[in-house]
């Protein structure tokens, strides 16, 4: 079933999610727009995950970033990018998400709360300066803290 919903699923607990369009129609029972552009679905997927990560397939940094998260006790969603579908993250967020002077990170990037925190450093300096935490509270992706 997960194949047939482009859902394939790894045994370090990753899921990928085929954000390519299917060559014929089919009915499945999610809510995934087969006209929408892989832009689009990113756009999207950022807007119903408080965190996620976009990421290649067997990449050391993206397993660093969700022991990170998961040691605080938070279990982000993990997209796994295809080569063409990485250039697809880059022009869906470049002016959305950069400000739209500086260059989005490259995969791996997290995004908490629709803000790209951007790749393993950046997430490493936000926990370092004691503001992860603050952050996961605030978008609902941690509870149990008192701020």
């Known amino acids: 079933?997960?194949?047939?919903?482009?859902?394939?699923?790894?045994?370090?607990?990753?899921?990928?999610?085929?954000?390519t369009l299917?060559?014929?129609t089919s009915s499945t029972s999610l809510s995934i727009d087969e006209e929408e552009s892989t832009e689009a679905?990113?756009?999207r997927l950022i807007s119903e995950h408080p965190v996620i990560i976009f990421s290649?397939?067997?990449?050391?940094?993206?397993h660093v970033m969700?022991?990170?998260?998961?040691?605080?006790?938070?279990?982000?969603?993990?997209?796994?990018l295809d080569d063409h579908e990485v250039s697809s993250l880059h022009t869906a967020l470049e002016e959305e998400y950069s400000g739209g002077g500086s260059v989005v990170a490259p995969p791996p990037a997290v995004f908490i709360g629709r803000e790209c925190v951007g790749g393993l450093e950046s997430l490493v300096a936000l926990h370092l300066s004691g503001n992860l935490v603050p952050k996961l509270v605030q978008v609902g992706a941690l509870f149990g803290y008192d701020l």
Request: aromatic letters at 2%; charged letters at 25%; hydrophobic letters at 40%.
């Open 56 to 62: 290649r397939s067997s990449c050391c940094m993206c």
């Open 22 to 24: 299917p060559s014929q």
């Open 66 to 80: 969700k022991r990170l998260l998961a040691t605080i006790g938070v279990i982000p969603t993990v997209i796994e």
């Open 41 to 43: 679905k990113i756009r």
């Open 1 to 19: 079933m997960m194949q047939e919903l482009g859902l394939e699923r790894f045994s370090n607990d990753v899921v990928s999610l085929d954000l």
